[in-house]
């Protein structure tokens, strides 16, 4: 069973910048070619921010985040990346690393969950 292990969260101002770290127990690619952010706020529904196809490196953001956000995973394949600039109140949620083996854009199809890191953004 891989582990998905998330840190880098915090709490910053408006226009800051964060990067989110994933650590997988096994290689990554062991656990799925799709790996990805999602983000829940209170009250909100998860949404994906980004993913990455790791057999072809082809990366996906939802709209929101798109110039601001980077993905990317280490050459080793153990760790997850996601570089977050300009940051914005709206921003500030639980952000959750996920992997899959297929379809990255359905959130039904992530098979190992992290347990989370705080980002909270402030005006």
């Known amino acids: 069973q891989v582990q998905l292990q998330e840190s880098g969260g915090g709490s910053v101002q408006a226009g800051g910048s964060l990067r989110l770290s994933c650590f997988a127990s096994e290689d990554m690619y062991s656990s799925g070619g799709c790996k990805a952010w999602f983000r829940q706020a209170p009250g909100k529904e998860r949404e994906r921010v980004a993913h990455?196809?790791?057999?072809?490196?082809?990366?996906d953001y939802t709209d929101s985040v798109k110039g601001r956000f980077t993905i990317s995973r280490d050459s080793a394949g153990s760790t997850l990346y996601l570089q977050m600039n300009s940051l914005k109140p709206e921003d500030t949620a639980m952000y959750y690393c996920a992997a899959g083996p297929t379809l990255c854009r359905r959130e039904d199809a992530y098979k190992f969950w992290g347990q989370g890191t705080q980002v909270t953004v402030s005006s």
């Open positions: 990455i196809y790791l057999q072809t490196g082809y990366t």
